[in-house]
């Protein structure tokens, strides 16, 4: 494995947001030569898999702004400043679709733009899904529908690009592999 | 499906730079309550899954600064104005591996980072893998290395999280369904 690190020369920070925040990096090719890269900083994301007793999975409708859309996934959230990736799983996945689980197990983290942002989603399964509460509660700008699919309405919903980010595409194709 | 469009009332532009660009949107939230947005713009990218002959997938290893490491990642690049996705998809492959394809099937599309990106990442198989020159033609500012991996090795790869972003993740998925 060759060393191709870009070390940083100067830092020019360009705005710091409350989800994400952007600078620009003076640095040093592995040639010796300059260049910049565009950075954006993000808190990163849990995501969970949870799939019903009846063999349907849990997702969430909402409307994406950056996309000017709405996009069907499942449950996901941002990382609280100090805390621990799995508590936010299990706080997202309550909080969004009004269900608990009695464990979640890790799946599998991945960086979901490593072209120009550090945000990484951490990916659970619910184990022991159990319907809580009708009254789900959500961020005071989080507005959601839920849904509950058969994995073939869901690789339907794939076709038809309901279904059409990498977290969720993901978890369809990972379901699929590990039906149970 | 319930409609949750968040209607833009301003938007600020932040930043504008070689690949993205940031702007803050002040939105009306379904509630009639105003809102925030943070925004970032990219021009989109595709990804190949390469396999070869002898059942073994082609993969760069790049340093990305955004996560100060260097990640092994499938064949990918952004989107040239203009461009098509599958005529970038065949410029990229060629460039950072040396392989070209006789033809390249159309996978999957998905959105990075929904939740303040645009990013759109259109992933293709290619056919008919060959290789044509050991001398790539890489951009000015991209230092990358090729391995060639077994289904066994890249998915060792991910457990030892060499292999750690969305669209990667994704493709050794589909080529463990999708075995030919």
Redesign the interface.
């Known amino acids: 494995?060759?060393n191709?690190?870009?070390k940083?020369t100067n830092t020019t920070p360009?705005?710091s947001?409350?989800?994400?925040s952007?600078s620009?990096?003076d640095?040093v090719?592995?040639?010796g030569?300059p260049?910049?890269?565009?950075?954006?900083k993000?808190p990163g994301?849990v995501a969970v898999i949870a799939i019903t007793q009846d063999h349907k999975i849990v997702l969430v409708?909402?409307?994406?702004?950056?996309?000017e859309r709405?996009?069907v996934?499942i449950p996901a959230g941002?990382i609280e400043q100090g805390e621990d990736p799995k508590e936010t799983a299990f706080r997202e996945l309550e909080e969004e679709t009004g269900y608990t689980a009695s464990d979640l197990h890790f799946v599998?983290?991945?960086?979901?733009?490593?072209?120009?942002?550090?945000?990484i989603?951490h990916i659970y399964v619910a184990q022991g899904l159990k319907k809580v509460t009708e009254n789900r509660q959500l961020d005071?700008?989080e507005?959601?529908?839920i849904h509950e699919c058969s994995l073939a309405e869901a690789e339907k919903w794939?076709q038809d690009?309901k279904i059409?980010?990498?977290?969720?595409?993901?978890a369809i194709?990972?379901w699929?592999?590990h039906r149970f």
């Open positions: 494995m060759t191709f690190e870009e940083t360009i705005y947001g409350r989800v994400i952007l620009v990096d640095v090719l592995p040639n030569k260049s910049k890269r565009e950075l954006v993000h994301a409708e909402q409307y994406r702004k950056a996309l709405t996009l996934e941002k599998q983290s991945f960086a979901t733009s490593p072209g120009f942002a550090d945000e989603i005071e700008d507005f959601v529908e794939i690009e059409y980010d990498a977290k969720t595409a993901f194709q990972w699929r592999l």
